[in-house]
């Protein structure tokens, strides 16, 4: 089956990304330094900001990631001085969410919160729209597509295909971590607007002030802290696509600027006057029951109806076993190769456990988990005591005895169980009391 992901088309190969770690905690340095240079970055240490002031007079960097504790424990500080010594350079601040706001109205581009999550942290490395110095579409994930053998899956593959030559706004539904973003991405490469950017937008990460600023832009002056005309990802992504993710978090104001942006495409930055104009297409994605929020009064359903002009629905990871160890093992390819490794494979008792998770945080929770196995995890074979406690202390999913569940869906569940936990398929027709030849079939009808 075709996969929907293509590569972008060919452009020529900026220069790597510079990168300044301005960190005092050694482990959090160390894995900042690890996933920049995985990513082709060319990263700098330094403890303190006297060293980082001195590297950004003699040195051009592109982003600068600051602990937050330093001089003034939020880092606020430190990152005025910096901008005053490199105005264009862009600024990430670490540390507790409650330090987000301070840092970014003292002039930080973004924030990352602690413990810091790798797929967060690649996605503020891998997006250029926010760096002026490597002005490219944003890159792939590097995860695998979204290939499915489930029918609904393929339903919603088919769905952002067909879609994706048209200009209408697509909304994609689902719970967090079925693969939204990457599904809006693949839309996004398969349109007319592939070799222009691709920028997304995390609508519950910050406040109203700020991701309306997030969104818009804004000028200087408009509020404590804006020392400098800023653009906003509506700008940035003007041409292309424009991704919205969790747009059910979006507060009344926001969604007032968002509506008038989706009618006219015009806007202004806030604090300015001046109606701008962007040529973007929308696709927005949620985890919430809008409908639900329309008649609380928690969503606008103007807005609504103007994002859900097409919809695709995503099926839960718990509703996909037949995807679930192909996904599995594609994604352990991928961390394998991040992480330099060869011939990792699972256990049986590994896929039994796989197997029998429900992985509430579906692929977002799956791919975790084996990046963090294959960093952390000595040998080649990969035994259920890699996983986490919260993995193997989780009751199976799926249809239990006693369960309101059909009599055909319980017995599937527990040969797909049987057979994952054992070795041999004459063992597993054996433990089951059928005849192989039997077994054999029900294996060929549920796709094994």
Excluded at 155 to 181: D, F, H, I, N, Q
Aim: some cysteine; hydrophobic content about 45%.
């Amino acid at each position: 089956m075709a996969t929907l992901c293509s590569p972008l088309l060919p452009v020529a190969a900026p220069a790597p990304p510079r990168v300044l770690l301005v960190e005092q905690d050694p482990e959090g340095a160390a894995m900042l330094d690890r996933i920049a240079i995985g990513l082709g970055c060319a990263a700098v240490r330094c403890r303190d900001g006297a060293a980082a002031a001195e590297l950004l007079r003699q040195q051009d960097f592109d982003l600068v990631f600051i602990d937050r504790n330093q001089d003034d424990g939020t880092g606020t500080g430190l990152i005025a001085a910096l901008l005053a010594i490199a105005p264009g350079v862009r600024i990430v601040a670490t540390g507790p969410v409650a330090t987000a706001v301070p840092a970014i109205k003292a002039g930080a581009d973004d924030h990352l919160a602690r413990p810091f999550d790798p797929a967060r942290v690649r996605a503020i490395l891998d997006n250029p729209q926010r760096c002026p110095a490597h002005a490219a579409p944003e890159r792939s994930s590097g995860l695998p597509a979204p290939a499915s053998r489930c029918a609904a899956m393929q339903v919603a593959m088919g769905m952002v295909r067909s879609a994706a030559g048209s200009e209408v706004p697509v909304l994609l539904r689902g719970e967090s971590g079925t693969g939204k973003g990457m599904l809006a991405r693949a839309l996004h490469d398969h349109s007319p607007r592939r070799a222009d950017p691709f920028v997304t937008v995390n609508c519950p990460s910050l406040s109203d002030e700020l991701l309306a600023s997030e969104l818009f832009g804004h000028v200087r002056g408009a509020f404590t802290g804006a020392v400098r005309d800023q653009q906003g990802k509506v700008e940035l992504a003007d041409g292309g696509t424009l991704f919205l993710d969790e747009l059910g978090d979006l507060s009344p104001s926001v969604q007032a600027r968002l509506l008038r942006f989706v009618q006219e495409r015009t806007y202004e930055r806030v604090g300015d006057q001046r109606t701008r104009l962007a040529d973007v297409r929308i696709v927005a994605a949620t985890n919430r029951d809008l409908e639900s929020l329309v008649l609380t009064g928690g969503f606008r359903e103007d807005l609504l109806y103007r994002l859900n002009v097409i919809e695709v629905t995503l099926p839960a990871l718990r509703d996909r076993p037949d995807d679930l160890m192909e996904l599995a093992g594609r994604l352990l390819t991928v961390f394998c190769t991040e992480a330099g490794r060869t011939g990792m494979s699972f256990s049986p008792a590994a896929i039994a456990l796989i197997s029998s998770h429900a992985w509430p945080g579906n692929i977002r929770e799956l791919r975790n988990e084996i990046q963090r196995i294959t960093v952390l995890w000595p040998g080649r074979v990969i035994e259920a005591d890699a996983f986490s406690v919260r993995i193997r202390g989780q009751p199976a999913a799926g249809p239990r005895v006693g369960g309101p569940h059909t009599l055909a869906a319980i017995e599937d569940a527990h040969v797909r169980l049987t057979l994952a936990r054992t070795q041999a398929f004459d063992e597993a027709a054996r433990i089951l009391g059928i005849d192989p030849s039997t077994l054999w079939r029900k294996r060929q009808r549920l796709g094994l």
